[in-house]
DNA sequence: ATGCTACGATACAGATCTGTATCACTTAAG
DNA sequence: CTTAAGTGATACAGATCTGTATCGTAGCAT
C-alpha cells in the first residue's frame, strides 16, 4: 500500500486548484509548499521549476478536459447530439462558481510568449479541441465544416472568459442556444 | 505651447503599450520608467501606485473602445447593420498584429479577485457593451434582445481571445459571419 | 541493527518587485 | 537675478520571488 497521500500528489492538488483560482504568476512555490504541509525542497525534487510544476497541471488539465468530453459525448448518437452535448454541459459548467475560467487561456494570457512552455501546451491543446470540432463538423454534414468548427471554439472560448471576467452569473447562460443557432445553420 | 511630450504622457504609453502586449504582472515600474526615458519618482509624481497607471490605462482604453465604435457605426443606417460593422471591424482587428487580446479580459484574469479595482474596471467596461449590445438588438428587432446581446458578447470575448492565444493567424476569421448568422435567426 | 532514501524545516543567495528618500539640474515665472 | 517647481538619476528599504544548501529525522529494506 502506498502512503495515504503522496508529497508529489498532495503538492499537485494544492497547485492546480491555486493556479486555477488564483493565476500563475499570484502564486508562489513558498505558498503551495506551505499550504501542502510539505517542504520546499520536496518540491522542487518532484518538480525541478514552478514551469515544470505548471506544464505538469495544464497536460493533466488536458487529460481531464477530452475525458469529460468521451464522458459527454458518448452515449450521444451523432455527431450534431454531441456537439450540442458539449456546450450544453460547457454552459452548465461556466455557471458554477467552481468555474474560474479555462486553464489554457489562462496561461497564454500571463504568459503571451508563444514560445514559453505553458502557452506552447496551450496551443496545443487548443488546436486539438478545433481540430476535434472540425471533424465533428464534417461528421454532422456541415457544408462547411472548418467554418462552423471555429464559430463554435470562439463560442466556447467566450464562455469560458465570461465566467473568469463576471462569475457564476455570466452571459454565458444563452451559450447552448447559441451553439445549436450556428450548428442547425451551417447543416441546412 | 506645451512640452513636446510631458513625462506624464510619456510613461503612460510605454504602461499601455506594454501592459497591453506582455500584460500587467508582467511589467514592473522599474521597466515603464527606463522605458519611458523618466525617472521613477515622476512616475509616482504623477500615478501614486502602479494600479493607479492601470487603472487610467483601463479607462483611457474604455474610452477608447466607444470612441472606434462610434466611428466604426456612425455611418451605418439600422441597428442590425450597426451590430455587423461593428463584428466586421473586430474581425479585422483581431486579426492584426497590433492585437493582443482584450485589456478588459486580460486584466481580469490576472486580477481574478473582482474587488481589485483593475477588474472592476473590466467589469463595467464589459456591462457597458453588454447593455450596449442588448439595446442594439432591441432597436434590430429581436424576438429575445438580451439572448442575442449575450450571444453576441461571447463571440466578441472569444474573438479578442482567440488573438491572444493564437496571435494574428486564429479561428476568428469567421466571426463576422457567426455574428451575422445569430444576429438574423434571431430575427425572423 | 544499519544504512539508505525521502521528507520537513530552515536558512540562505541572488534577483526583482513596489514604493520612498535624496540630490543636482533645468526651466520658467516673478 | 532669484526662487520655486518639475525632473532625472541614484540609492535605498522592505517585501517577495525562484531556486539551493544544510540538517535532523522518520520510515523501511536488508
Not at 97 to 119: K, M, Q, R, S, W
Request: contains cysteine; charged residues 25%; negative net charge.
Amino acid at each position: 500500500m502506498k502512503k495515504q497521500t503522496a508529497p508529489k500528489d498532495k503538492v499537485f492538488q494544492t497547485a492546480a486548484r491555486m493556479f486555477y483560482q488564483h493565476g500563475y504568476r499570484a502564486i508562489g512555490v513558498d505558498t503551495l509548499a506551505a499550504d501542502s504541509g510539505i517542504g520546499k525542497m520536496t518540491l522542487y525534487r518532484h518538480y525541478p521549476s514552478k514551469d515544470d510544476l505548471i506544464v505538469a497541471y495544464l497536460k493533466d488539465s488536458d487529460e481531464l478536459f477530452w475525458s469529460n468530453f468521451e464522458q459527454i459525448t458518448k452515449d450521444v448518437a451523432t455527431a450534431r447530439e454531441k456537439l450540442l452535448a458539449f456546450f450544453q454541459a460547457l454552459q452548465d459548467y461556466v455557471q458554477t462558481p467552481a468555474c474560474y475560467g479555462c486553464p489554457f487561456l489562462n496561461v497564454a494570457t500571463e504568459y503571451p510568449e508563444t514560445d514559453y512552455p505553458g502557452h506552447q501546451v496551450a496551443l496545443e491543446h487548443k488546436q486539438s479541441v478545433r481540430a476535434r470540432f472540425r471533424h465533428m463538423a464534417e461528421e454532422a454534414g456541415a457544408k462547411k465544416p472548418e467554418v462552423l468548427a471555429d464559430q463554435l471554439f470562439l463560442l466556447m472560448d467566450g464562455a469560458y472568459m465570461a465566467s473568469r471576467m463576471f462569475g457564476a452569473k455570466n452571459p454565458a447562460v444563452h451559450l447552448a442556444e447559441a451553439a445549436r443557432t450556428l450548428i442547425d445553420s451551417a447543416l441546412e
